[in-house]
């Protein structure tokens, strides 16, 4: 965290002053590490063990805080007798397809409770029908896998759509409940495990468990932080649940001081979520509809509809945003222009896309602030798809490689490309930095900023806004006077925005519009002002509230020195300038403070309402012994008890009966190139990963003599992502000026690489080459019989800027975590010292690796172990 | 005046002259809580417009700037140290190696302790006896009414007698320049009532600017805290006004002994003996004066 977010870490110190005690679990020992009071070295890409083996270590010691366990979670639910565990059947749940390698959940859902309701029966048969419609109807066209991908992401703000509460034992003894099936699940994650899998010693795995539980529970609490290390594996969202099962396990959710934070790659990648720049879901979570799923506004909001919490309302929500794009041309007699939003017909993810450039059917290309040629896995796969579309248009700061590959990029160099054939036309257009325009960041706490602008952009620089609104304006003329049915979306948008005298259009304007506004014309305060008749507009119905009394409340700056602790009027949070989400479980479940060194939100019984340091998360007079009357829908199905008010059962779920693509649990599998097999488990890789099969992309086999270390790629402090935010600039470039590779003095002796010297870094899909840094910093590790070394390569540079180097992220594989689609960026390797070959004599080279480890061109992603 | 050269003096502004002045002003750089983010280093760049300093892959850890120069005036040094499994038997200074760590004999797997790796942003001391201040000739080196010492480069003629005057080595000639360059401790935001460029980046608060007085006082209090702690190690260097520069006008808690962040272990002001010096300078002209008029005196004879 100090290494790539060193301004959010002054708080980690703060906290540190203040006595917290500080773990970092990191396989090279970074800044972080320097300061932490215990670093922890692991393997790369082997959390789940470490993580399950701490969720086993409070499951079987009776560590959990049980009255939260009980009460909030669902731990007492009964699953369906049917669901077999990866204890079963060796590393798979049941449901698993090994054509489709996806899995139906229906065998993991919550057991019927006593008398469901029609309304509940109506929906557990439309869930079942689905999965058998959507299968049946575009066979092998990855409808189902669309589905998946449409789903498990657009769960963010709203939990899967449970058909109802279920059956619950609260004494945790019945061997189908979620309590019992955990504790058999992570029952041979032990101490010995981990050292097996991650190379932790167990006197130090324990200093780690007991610094943690001794840290939770009624008096106290802890906060995980992660970043992409968790989030870019095969098994991502797997390692972001096991911690999530942990800390709610822990009793550290919704309570000060805990939660798990998820630091963001650059400012405001939170913010690019709420209102996406990802393919399947639309502002606030909203699914984006499907093709064939959804031909009416009724289709695309009946699988949340009415389901009990707030995402019930999502037709609201869903209407309003209609309204916010459509205006007066949104009326209820035409769905509310729903027919005009696009749709999507399966994935269409980052690298899915990057594979149909490649294939010549995606066309074109919007590249803005992303240099995929340096900052994406597999750049080889990048360039080539770069290299055979229409056109490109580059928005950026700088001549980044992702816009000059075409002339000196790898490939030219190889001969793999020629740039007289290359017959993609670039377009480049300066954008202005953060500084030269207005507009607001959403950081990791979902605190919208807003940032005045403090110069003018250069030259011809312009900002995204003014970019994207001049290109509506001019598409909007062209098409003019059209009478094509298929230019109404266009030509019916509210396309109209106040803009300064430069013809800068005004982002608060944009910040009002998202909002949104209600028949009066002023600005909402409250996502529950909204409605489903097309009498309100909102662009993002989690960020309504942000201009409520018609005032930028993200410009908001109210030092924390003359407020308390929350300090809420700095910035504004979303939902509701709510600072810490599912606060109701602050309190017990009788509604007082588990303890007064943690109070935070507790019922005032007095006043019959909600109160506390923060905006309760709860509807604010519901009492906590209110149950709810049978068939209730929306918020009034809301139990009293039920803190996890956007889902369903109003419970955080320890098991997940639905919205996984990958398992209800996590489960540890092996990165899809390992030189480990999998202790746990015969499967080797998780089994639902997603494979993108070219020729670009070939998979190094698992435990290959070939290909023995494992190598990882991470940030420098010094220096941006892909590099043209920093190595353009020499006070930064000074500071780090060349690509390094990072081993350990075994490693070093082991290959004869020298300190300061060449060493050369090879996979099956390319070849680079760094200087070598021999430090302590990497530590061998040592897993059973087998000593592991790690290759450590931070991924800044490439051709372009002051100083130039090899791009390390060229030598990762693209294998996609199946609820995310994000690539894995553990891979093995082969390192030897010297420089890599020129030319040509690099494809040879590397072709050379492959055919010595038998890699099946013919089969690329074929890594030998399924 | 008294001390005006060597030993602890109370009011520096005062003897450079200064009838009325602001308090003496100064950094504390507590390196226990530094990051090494560098931050320090490019925010002084940016605002005293100082030149890169070179693109070179030093091979010592994570720091290529590699010490304060005339190009470099914050200086972020960073120390790999294994930790030793078992205390040595033989007096170990903790001095860090410059090149790589030697080759693994046992494997890093067996039973090494890990790694420290210490941090530590270096800058000009602003000694209160200043010996670059007092062996410059043209007076382009001076003392503010802030107490810090300051190089004023269109006075500056490159004579260089500053660079070894320095105890830490701090100032420096810029090569294609030829002219001295350091910390201004920036004296131009300190007239505007603004924090130094360094101190206001800092995201730790490793790097503090404020009144020297105030800043012992929190330096002694955040030393008690830590041995309190348990960190034995910590020590506070530049503190002592009865050092041998008087104490520094910016000084540091560290975490080890000062050599391993390259600092000189007991720095005395090279002008120390400057007083004794002209004695005996007066004495010896005296003296060629006698002997020339005894001359003289002979050859009339």
């Known amino acids: ?866 | 005046m008294a001390n005006s050269l060597w030993g602890p003096l109370d009011d520096v502004q005062g003897d450079a002259g200064y009838d009325h002045h602001p308090p003496r002003m100064g950094f504390f750089t507590d390196t226990s809580v530094c990051i090494g983010c560098k931050a320090c280093e490019v925010a002084c760049k940016e605002w005293n417009e100082v030149p890169d300093d070179g693109y070179e892959l030093s091979g010592m850890s994570y720091d290529n700037t590699q010490a304060l120069g005339a190009s470099t005036w914050r200086h972020v040094a960073f120390v790999e140290k294994p930790v030793e499994p078992k205390p040595l038997t033989t007096t170990d200074l903790g001095l860090p190696g410059m090149g790589p760590p030697g080759a693994m004999e046992g494997g890093a797997t067996d039973g090494d302790a890990g790694v420290r790796w210490l941090m530590s942003s270096d800058v000009c001391k602003h000694c209160t006896h200043a010996a670059c201040l007092d062996v410059c000739p043209t007076g382009s080196l001076f003392r503010t009414e802030f107490g810090t010492v300051v190089v004023q480069p269109d006075i500056c003629n490159g004579c260089g007698y500053c660079v070894p005057a320095c105890p830490y080595g701090v100032i420096d000639l810029r090569k294609e320049d030829g002219r001295a360059f350091k910390c201004t401790l920036c004296y131009d935001r300190l007239k505007v009532d603004e924090s130094p460029a360094c101190a206001t980046a800092c995201p730790t608060e490793s790097i503090q600017f404020g009144e020297l007085s105030e800043l012992r006082e929190r330096a002694d209090h955040r030393l008690a805290e830590l041995h309190e702690r348990g960190v034995d190690v910590a020590r506070l260097y530049g503190r002592d006004p009865e050092d041998g520069v008087g104490g520094d006008g910016a000084f540091f808690l560290l975490l080890d002994e000062p050599e391993v962040y390259g600092l000189p272990p007991d720095p005395v002001v090279t002008t120390r003996d400057l007083g004794s010096i002209w004695k005996h300078v007066g004495a010896a002209a005296a003296t060629m004066v006698g002997v020339g008029v005894a001359s003289f005196l002979g050859r009339r004879r």
């Open chain 1, 1 to 866: 965290m100090a290494e790539a977010h060193p301004v959010g870490f002054q708080w980690v110190m703060e906290a540190k002053r203040r006595g917290a005690k500080i773990i970092h679990v990191d396989p090279r020992f970074t800044r972080t590490s320097a300061v932490a009071d215990l670093h922890v070295p692991i393997r790369a890409g082997s959390d789940i063990a470490f993580l399950g083996a701490l969720v086993n270590h409070v499951l079987s010691n009776d560590l959990d805080f049980r009255e939260y366990v009980v009460a909030y979670t669902n731990a007492a639910n009964v699953i369906d007798e049917d669901f077999r565990d990866t204890e079963d059947l060796d590393g798979l749940f049941s449901g698993f397809d090994p054509e489709a390698a996806q899995y139906d959940p229906v065998t993991w859902r919550y057991q019927p409770p006593e008398n469901p309701t029609e309304d509940q029966q109506r929906r557990e048969a439309d869930l079942e029908s689905d999965e058998v419609r959507t299968g049946g109807q575009y066979p092998g066209a990855g409808h189902k896998e669309s589905h998946q991908a449409a789903r498990s992401e657009s769960h963010g703000s709203g939990g899967a759509p449970v058909s109802w509460k279920g059956r619950r034992d609260e004494t945790l003894q019945d061997p189908h409940c979620v309590f019992q099936i955990l504790k058999r699940h992570f029952a041979r994650y032990t101490p010995e495990m981990v050292q097996e899998v991650c190379g932790i010693e167990p006197e130090q795995f324990r200093e780690v468990a007991d610094a943690l539980t001794a840290n939770s529970g009624r008096e106290r609490t802890t906060a995980f932080c992660y970043a992409v290390g968790w989030t870019h594996h095969s098994v991502g969202a797997q390692m972001i649940r096991t911690a999530s099962i942990l800390q709610t396990l822990l009793g550290n959710i919704g309570r000060p001081g805990g939660g798990i934070l998820a630091l963001r790659g650059h400012a405001s990648i939170q913010g690019s979520t709420d209102i996406p720049t990802l393919f399947n879901i639309l502002p606030g979570y909203l699914p984006m509809p499907h093709a064939a799923q959804h031909q009416s506004l009724d289709e695309w909001v009946s699988a949340d509809e009415g389901k009990a919490g707030f995402w019930g309302n999502v037709r609201s929500y869903s209407v309003s945003l209609l309204k916010s794009y459509w205006g007066e041309a949104a009326t209820a007699d035409n769905d509310f222009c729903f027919d005009y939003l696009p749709r999507i017909t399966g994935d269409h993810s980052t690298y899915n896309t990057v594979k149909r450039m490649i294939d010549g059917t995606t066309k074109g290309y919007f590249l803005v602030g992303e240099n995929p040629a340096v900052g994406s896995a597999n750049g080889k796969m990048q360039r080539l798809g770069m290299a055979n579309l229409d056109w490109l248009v580059v928005r950026d700061l700088q001549m980044i490689e992702s816009a000059t590959f075409w002339q000196d990029g790898p490939e030219i160099e190889t001969g793999e490309l020629v740039t007289e054939d290359i017959g993609t036309e670039i377009f480049f257009l300066p954008a202005a930095s953060h500084v030269e325009k207005a507009g607001s960041f959403t950081q990791t706490q979902r605190m919208l900023q807003w940032r005045d602008k403090a110069v003018d952009p250069p030259g011809d620089a312009r900002s995204e806004l003014d970019f994207y609104f001049e290109l509506g304006n001019r598409i909007r003329e062209k098409l003019a006077g059209s009478t094509d049915e298929m230019d109404r979306p266009i030509l019916d948008l509210a396309w109209d925005y106040p803009v300064d005298e430069k013809g800068e259009p005004d982002g608060q304007a944009v910040l009002r519009e998202i909002n949104g506004t209600g028949p009066d014309g002023r600005a909402l305060s409250a996502y529950t002002e909204l409605k489903a008749d097309g009498s309100t507009a909102c662009g993002c119905w989690i960020y309504c509230g942000v201009y409520a009394e018609e005032t930028n409340q993200a410009r908001r700056r109210k030092p924390h020195w003359e407020q308390d602790q929350v300090a809420a009027e700095w910035g504004w949070v979303w939902p509701a300038n709510r600072r810490i989400l599912y606060n109701r479980a602050s309190a017990a479940p009788d509604g007082t403070p588990w303890s007064e060194r943690k109070r935070y939100v507790w019922w005032d019984a007095e006043k019959g309402r909600w109160t506390g340091a923060d905006v309760p998360d709860f509807i604010v007079d519901r009492a906590p012994d209110h149950v709810p009357e049978e068939g209730a829908t929306g918020p009034d199905a809301i139990g009293g008890q039920d803190p996890f008010v956007m889902q369903t059962d109003g419970k955080a779920w320890l098991f997940a009966p639905l919205g996984l693509a990958d398992g209800p649990m996590p489960t540890h599998y092996e990165p899809p190139e390992s030189p480990v097999r999998n202790p746990l488990y015969g499967r080797q890789n998780n089994p639902s990963r997603r494979k993108l099969s070219d020729a670009s992309n070939p998979i190094n086999p698992s435990y290959s003599d070939v290909f023995p270390y494992v190598f990882t790629t991470y940030r420098l402090t010094e220096h941006h992502t892909a590099g043209a935010m920093s190595r353009t600039l020499p006070y930064l470039t000074e500071l780090q000026p060349e690509p390094f590779c990072e081993v350990s003095p075994r490693l070093a002796a082991e290959r004869g690489l020298e300190h300061l010297g060449w060493a050369t870094i090879v996979t099956a899909r390319t070849a680079i080459e760094a200087r070598v840094l021999v430090t302590d910093r990497l530590r061998s590790l040592r897993l059973g019989d087998q000593v592991v070394e790690q290759v450590g390569l931070p991924y800044h540079w490439g051709r372009n800027g002051i100083t130039q180097g090899d791009s390390p992220n060229d030598l990762v594989n693209v294998t996609m975590d199946p609820n995310v689609y994000i690539q894995d960026k553990v891979g093995t390797c082969d390192i030897r010292p010297g420089r890599r070959p020129r030319g040509p004599d690099l494809t040879a080279y590397v072709e050379d690796y492959r055919r010595r480890a038998d890699v099946d061109m013919d089969d690329p992603t074929n890594g030998r172990t399924d």
